[in-house]
C-alpha cells in the first residue's frame, strides 16, 4: 500500500439545520451526513486489488455570508470517515481514513418563488488525518491494524477541490436543507517514499 493512488473522492448526503436569526446576513448550523468514498491506485501492481465504495458518516458544522442575495462564502468543519474496500481472490479488507476536513465552498443561491431556495457551489477543501486502520481477511486470518505496520505511511493532510448542489426549505426561523456533492482529492494518500517527512 506505499502506492496506493493519488485520487480520494466523496459523495456526502447531508442534512442542515441553518438558524441565521442572530445576524441579518450570517447563516449558522449543524451538518451530518452519509459519505461513499473510494481510493484509487489498488488496481495497479503490486497490489491488483478489485475496490468498491466504502460506506462512512461525517458531521460538523459551517458558517456563511452572505456576500449579495444571490451568493455566500461558507466555512465549515467536519469530522469525515473516507477509505475504500479491496478484494482480491479470497482476501477483502476496508481501509478506514478518518478526517477532520475544513471546506470553503462559495454558493451561487439560484432566486425562486416559493421560500424554496435551490443552491450550485465549488471551492477547496483540506483535510487533517486523524488515523488510518485495516481491518478484514488477508491469508484466512483477521486483519485489525494500523495502515503503517502494513507499510503504508499516509500523508496526514490532503487536500482537493469539491462542487455539488442542494436545497434549502424554510422552517422555523432558519431553513432544514439538503446537499449533494462530489470532493474530489488533488494529491497522494501515501507517501511515495515512507521516509519523507
Known amino acids: 500500500m506505499k502506492k496506493t493512488g493519488s485520487v480520494l473522492t466523496a459523495i456526502l448526503l447531508t442534512g442542515l439545520l441553518a438558524n441565521p ?25 503490486p497490489f491488483n486489488y478489485t475496490t468498491d465504495l466504502k460506506t462512512g458518516f461525517s458531521f460538523g458544522g459551517f458558517l456563511g455570508v452572505d456576500l449579495h442575495e444571490m451568493f455566500r462564502l461558507q466555512g465549515e468543519l ?37 421560500g424554496v431556495v435551490p443552491r450550485l457551489y465549488v471551492g477547496p477543501s483540506l483535510a487533517f488525518e486523524l488515523d488510518c486502520k485495516a481491518k478484514g481477511q488477508a491469508a484466512g486470518q483477521d486483519v485489525d491494524v494500523a ?36 470532493n474530489l482529492g488533488l494529491g497522494d494518500i501515501a507517501k511515495e517514499d515512507p521516509t519523507d517527512p
Do not use: R, W
Open 147 to 182: 495502515c503503517d505496520e502494513l507499510g503504508a505511511t499516509t500523508n496526514t493532510t490532503a487536500y482537493g477541490i469539491f462542487f455539488g448542489g442542494g436545497i434549502d426549505i424554510p422552517a422555523g426561523p432558519g431553513a432544514i436543507t439538503f446537499d449533494v456533492f462530489y
Open 21 to 45: 436569526g442572530f445576524a441579518q446576513n450570517l447563516t449558522a448550523g449543524a451538518k451530518i451526513g452519509v459519505d461513499f468514498a473510494d481510493v484509487s491506485g489498488f488496481e495497479d501492481p
Open 78 to 114: 467536519q469530522y469525515v470517515q473516507k477509505g475504500t474496500k479491496a478484494t482480491q481472490a479470497d482476501d477483502e479488507a476496508k481501509f478506514h481514513v478518518n478526517y477532520i476536513e475544513v471546506l470553503v465552498p462559495l454558493t451561487l443561491m439560484i432566486p425562486v418563488e416559493g
